[in-house]
């Protein structure tokens, strides 16, 4: 079996890197419950990368141009329902978000940010949605190119508008430090500023991501073992481990509720923090 | 060979996945800023105009609207003066025309009485003229009667008469003259 259809179901057998990785384990859920599978066993070692998330991702990015490209059309003066909603969720990144903390000079800006929020929402939204049921931002890769990405963007146009040293100088030192503590904060913003800021900004996405993913396979999957055991475990009779499963999978809805509250939050805060770091480089006055 | 240290879930299963995520970002920053975000921004900037112009022509209709009041009050009050003046001016001509009738009327009236003065003064006249004639005739006549001689020698009675009526008037004459 292979191809697309192994999206959906999940392979037996031969995958390459999906056994290298682990990934026909099921319980506990843990690391390995985060494995991709390939989409090409048959391909050999040299084409896993083509696996399951990376199909989402491309799934993802396509969701997104088609839902800006549908909400930007035929677009009138007064807008109907259609425009109106696209405007608010344009207007969500556009005001709230861009207009709002980078100041007058937001415009170009606003095809970065926007790219940014609606690519991660939607992938963390995959998380919580049925055919996938999983975050694509909780494999880090993923994580590790928008973070490069917000890192490069925030300092690029820092060093665009003051030059290198002009923008390292503004980064690294706050103005009104006496000289004698120069050796302490140049360091310290430094690392704060320039290497610390993209670590937490993917850790912070990835983290979330995974840890929700994590949560929901043990409400999920444990709930449906303890629901389908035919033996008793640990000493529990098997009618208490159905209850005990019943109510797993009932408070499993909680936790997706909050993995949705979660998805958009992360995905709102590294746009805000993107473009809070972009400010940061371009204000005049550190 | 083992890693020093296990980084577990924060190493990318596959490489890969940076780069696709890279290659994706890209392709949707594409779309966004050659598409979309124009598409929006344009329809912002139209509302914008549109807004801004409907501000403006009520901005401007409001100036005028001002300007029209003002005109109107400029206008009410010059009226209002006018008014006042041609009041002025027609009581002004009103006591002055009062004035004039008055003195045609006093002036009519002098006429009046002068030419009733004058008339009465010459039928004064006529009456004295005739009554001295007729005085004459009758006194003669009647002197004529009792002296029973004919004064009827006409000169010389008429020039008795005269010169009595002459004497008579002299004395007539003489006395409120005397008694002045």
Redesign the interface.
């Known amino acids: 079996m292979g191809g697309l259809g192994s999206l959906l179901v999940p392979l037996e057998g031969d995958a390459t890197g999906w056994a290298a990785c682990g990934g026909e384990h099921h319980w506990p859920p843990g690391q390995t419950s985060f494995c991709s599978r390939p989409l090409f066993p048959q391909l050999g070692e040299q084409f896993s990368w083509l696996n399951n998330h990376m199909a989402q991702a491309v799934i993802a990015a396509i969701l997104v141009i088609g839902f800006w490209v549908v909400m930007a059309r035929g677009h009138s003066l007064v807008p109907g329902k259609r425009q109106a909603f696209g405007e608010m969720a344009y207007d969500l990144v556009r005001n709230g978000i861009a207009r709002d903390i980078l100041g007058h000079d937001f415009k170009p800006f606003i095809p970065y940010l926007l790219t940014l929020f609606s690519f991660i929402l939607v992938n963390n939204l995959f998380g919580e949605f049925f055919l996938f049921m999983f975050p694509t931002f909780s494999k880090i890769g993923y994580v590790y190119a928008l973070a490069l990405l917000s890192w490069l963007l925030y300092n690029g146009v820092g060093i665009r508008k003051f030059g290198f040293g002009g923008y390292m100088k503004r980064t690294c030192l706050p103005p009104g430090v006496p000289k004698a503590l120069w050796i302490i904060i140049v360091p310290l913003e430094f690392l704060s500023n320039i290497i610390v800021r993209p670590v937490t900004l993917a850790l912070r996405l990835f983290a979330n991501l995974f840890a929700g993913h994590l949560v929901v396979l043990v409400f999920v999957v444990g709930g449906s073992l303890l629901l389908t055991t035919t033996e008793r475990l640990g000493g529990f009779d098997i009618p208490l481990l159905k209850t005990a499963g019943v109510v797993s999978i009932l408070f499993s809805f909680a936790v997706f509720a909050l993995e949705l509250l979660i998805s958009f939050i992360q995905a709102y805060v590294f746009t805000v923090l993107t473009a809070q770091y972009v400010s940061s480089a371009l204000a005049e006055e550190h | 060979m083992l890693p020093l240290i296990d980084f577990?879930?924060?190493?990318?299963?596959?490489?890969?996945?940076?780069?696709?995520?890279?290659v994706?970002?890209f392709?949707?920053?594409f779309?966004?800023?050659k598409?979309?975000?124009p598409?929006?921004?344009?329809?912002y900037a139209?509302?914008s105009a549109?807004i801004q112009g409907g501000i403006e022509r009520a901005e401007a209709a409001q100036r005028e609207a001002q300007t029209a009041l003002e005109n109107y009050r400029a206008q009410l009050a010059g009226a209002r003066e006018e008014a006042g003046r041609i009041r002025e001016d027609a009581k002004a001509q009103g006591s002055a025309i009062i004035a004039e009738m008055r003195a045609q009327a006093q002036e009519e009236s002098a006429r009046l009485l002068q030419n009733a003065k004058a008339q009465i003064e010459a039928e004064r006249a006529a009456a004295v003229a005739q009554l001295r004639a007729e005085v004459g005739g009758l006194a003669t006549g009647l002197a004529g009667r009792i002296v029973g001689e004919s004064l009827d020698d006409d000169e010389r009675a008429r020039r008795t008469v005269d010169r009595f009526i002459a004497e008579l008037e002299q004395a007539a004459d003489q006395a409120p003259a005397r008694q002045a």
Request: charged letters at 20%; aromatic letters at 6%.
């Open positions: 577990g879930p924060l190493v990318p299963q596959e490489p890969a996945e940076i780069l696709v995520g890279l994706l970002f392709i949707i920053l779309a966004m800023s598409v979309v975000v598409m929006f921004e344009r329809t139209e509302r549109v």
